[in-house]
């Protein structure tokens, strides 16, 4: 079993930065890829940045060149930079992992707000 926490968010001014953190814990073996997701109000859940175990990563047009995932793999934790914040970033972060094995985990999810 796989436990993830996530971490970093709050409210921020359009314009502002946030780090956000996902750490892992329990049974984190063979990991085939980890992803931040986020859902807004009244919306479904979107992919916000996904990497490989390999470091490959990819980014929807919404958040390419103002959001960066990476991940430490000592730590058992992986990041998601985002800059250039806009309201319509606000929204309930979630990460991911995938496993190998094909379990897929989830976090509680960090509120990120967006506001000036």
């Known amino acids: ?16 930065s946030l780090r956000l953190s996902c750490a892992a814990s329990g049974s984190v073996f063979s990991i085939y890829h980890m992803s931040w997701y986020r859902q807004a109000p009244g919306k479904q859940r979107e992919l916000v940045a996904r990497i490989t175990s390999g470091g490959s990563t990819n980014y929807p047009d919404s958040v390419k060149g103002r959001f960066t995932i990476s991940r430490d793999n000592a730590k058992n934790t992986m990041y998601l930079q985002m800059n250039s914040l806009k309201p319509e970033d606000t929204a309930v972060y979630y990460c991911s992992l995938v496993a190998a094995t094909g379990g897929v985990y989830w976090g509680q999810g960090t509120q990120v707000t967006v506001s000036s």
Do not use: A, D, F
């Open 1 to 16: 079993q796989v436990q993830l926490v996530e971490s970093g968010g709050g409210l921020v001014q359009p314009g502002g």
